[in-house]
């Protein structure tokens, strides 16, 4: 799929991660058997390199393609199990939906640097994962060999859904062209057709947070415990700060800690600075050499009834300063006192959002509640044509309405419910497509049940939405026996070897 966008060119494999917000990856440990052998990354490279410096380029290429996207990935731990262990595309709990891992390939003359997968549905584990050449010249910077950073943006990309660019200056160009500092124009035009561009939060789109005068107020989120959490809020620049303000509770002697969490969130390496009413400093912890971590401040200099501010930044100037977070306030210990002072009210500033209460529900079940669980799910029969289901609801903010269909051709199938989140699943629960109210997915083979879950996209009730599933253009296909669950042709995108000229 070839586009064009201002006179460059990039092309879309076609694949993307269902799930864009929490994209995960880690790297495979030696004597795991990977695509070309066994697999000896960790020893070759801590020996070339040192360990934590080249997981650094890694993570760092990642970020890179992070910084441009409307995507987060975040880092987690892997296990000895092989590559292409049967499992979940996304989100399997073994390891990274992304997998690093490298081995001498049998040919010492072979010209591959690295090898990618594209995302699912190519494969089931394997989408996505990555192999080096460890018999390749790697260096950090260049000198003579091949850049690590730059081999790794290009695979990375691959891993994202970007084929091969026909442009020789942009990263996806299918030859190694030396070192690469970023991304092309090209390139994030490329990444962005696939998952648009990275978004302002829903308290930034507000015009909240961007300021001292527009600090976030968590206050009432605090409840009996003293404790909340604030998510879905992201740096989306370098440089960029984002503000948060508490109001102290009545219980003299209290400690307050404010956590930045991007720990299995995203690869966000955050500060956190903590400031007085007066604009005094209280305390700040950053780790400039981590990404996907968690920085706390902690301070006994509390008191009862004042206001406290929170401004949350990158650690580093580079794309580690971008990425989604959470943020973590408790307050704890002190005792109640006997006859507590009257504190003079505190009046918020205009424009500073005060988290709203938790209001109960008005809106009532529909008439196929509970179907909660694939279990329970609604069955709609065959849809040879199109059906729609009226009247329906979410009740709740958690509500799941599950529902089960079976194709009557091959071809492209449609399912709308307009405001809603939609995620369709395999027999399996193998989740095969998400969006939010619209989404179509190819379906290869005739009669093949597949599970629908609408669930609230914004976090609110639904009083009335519709389902309607349809054939798009179904058609015959002359296929094999391919079970859903089985792995599809996988598709490698290799980059050999070209000497600059």
């Given at each position: 799929m070839l586009l064009a966008t201002v006179g460059y060119d990039y092309i879309l494999s076609g694949t993307r991660?269902?799930?864009?917000?929490?994209?995960?990856?880690?790297?495979?440990?030696?004597?795991?058997l990977w695509d070309h052998g066994t697999s000896n990354l960790n020893a070759a490279f801590n020996a070339k390199f040192g360990n934590g410096v080249w997981q650094r380029q890694f993570a760092l290429a990642l970020a890179t393609w992070q910084s441009v996207a409307n995507i987060n990935i975040a880092q987690v731990s892997d296990s000895a199990l092989?590559?292409?262990?049967?499992?979940?595309?996304?989100?399997?709990?073994?390891?990274g939906d992304i997998r690093l891992g490298g081995a001498p390939f049998s040919n010492s003359s072979n010209p591959t640097l690295a090898i990618g997968y594209y995302p699912p549905p190519q494969g089931t584990t394997e989408a996505g994962d990555l192999e080096i050449n460890t018999t390749k010249n790697f260096t950090i910077g260049g000198g003579g060999g091949y850049d690590l950073y730059s081999v790794?943006?290009?695979?990375?990309?691959?891993?994202?859904?970007?084929?091969?660019?026909?442009?020789?200056?942009?990263?996806?160009?299918?030859?190694y062209e030396g070192v690469?500092?970023?991304?092309?124009?090209?390139?994030?035009?490329?990444?962005?057709?696939?998952?648009?561009?990275?978004?302002?939060?829903?308290?930034?789109?507000?015009?909240?947070?961007?300021?001292?005068?527009?600090?976030?107020?968590?206050?009432?989120g605090l409840g009996s415990v003293r404790q909340t959490t604030v998510g879905n809020v992201a740096l989306n620049s370098i440089g960029a700060t984002e503000y948060f303000t508490v109001i102290a509770?009545?219980?003299?002697?209290?400690?307050?800690?404010?956590?930045?969490?991007?720990?299995?969130?995203?690869?966000?390496?955050?500060?956190?600075?903590?400031?007085?009413?007066?604009g005094n400093l209280l305390g700040a912890a950053a780790n400039p050499s981590a990404w996907s971590n968690n920085v706390s401040v902690t301070t006994a200099?509390?008191?009862?009834?004042?206001?406290y501010f929170v401004a949350v930044t990158g650690a580093t100037s580079d794309a580690f300063a971008i990425g989604a977070y959470q943020l973590q306030v408790a307050f704890t210990g002190g005792t109640s006192p006997n006859n507590p002072a009257v504190t003079p009210p505190q009046v918020t500033p205009p424009g500073m959002i005060t988290a709203p209460p938790v209001i109960g529900s008005k809106v009532g079940?529909?008439?196929?509640?509970?179907?909660?669980?694939?279990?329970?799910?609604?069955?709609?029969?065959?849809?040879?044509?199109?059906?729609?289901?009226?009247?329906?609801?979410?009740?709740?903010?958690?509500?799941?309405?599950?529902?089960?269909?079976?194709?009557?051709?091959?071809?492209?199938?449609?399912v709308t419910a307009t405001g809603a989140a939609i995620r369709i699943f395999d027999g399996y629960g193998n989740q095969l497509a998400a969006g939010t109210g619209d989404v179509s997915i190819r379906i290869f083979k005739p009669r093949t049940s597949l599970y629908v879950q609408i669930s609230s996209a914004t976090g609110t009730e639904n009083a009335n939405y519709s389902l309607i599933v349809s054939a798009k253009n179904a058609r015959a296909v002359a296929t094999a026996s391919v079970k859903v669950r089985r792995p599809l042709h996988r598709q490698l995108a290799l980059w050999a070897v070209r000497p600059r000229v």
């Open positions: 991660w269902v799930n864009p917000s929490h994209i995960t990856y880690s790297v495979a440990p030696d004597g795991v092989g590559f292409g262990t049967f499992g979940k595309s996304q989100g399997d709990p073994r390891f790794l943006l290009h695979e990375t990309g691959h891993a994202l859904g970007l084929d091969h660019s026909l442009n020789p200056n942009t990263v996806m160009f299918a030859n690469r500092a970023g991304l092309r124009p090209e390139d994030i035009a490329g990444i962005q057709a696939i998952y648009g561009p990275r978004t302002l939060d829903a308290y930034q789109a507000r015009g909240l947070g961007l300021g001292w005068s527009s600090a976030i107020d968590v206050t009432a509770p009545s219980t003299p002697g209290a400690t307050l800690q404010v956590t930045a969490a991007a720990g299995n969130v995203s690869l966000l390496s955050p500060k956190i600075s903590l400031y007085d009413g007066a200099q509390i008191v009862p009834g004042q206001r079940p529909d008439r196929f509640e509970s179907n909660n669980t694939f279990a329970l799910a609604t069955n709609l029969g065959a849809v040879p044509g199109a059906v729609t289901v009226a009247n329906l609801t979410l009740d709740t903010s958690s509500d799941l309405d599950n529902f089960i269909f079976r194709n009557g051709k091959a071809g492209v199938y449609r």
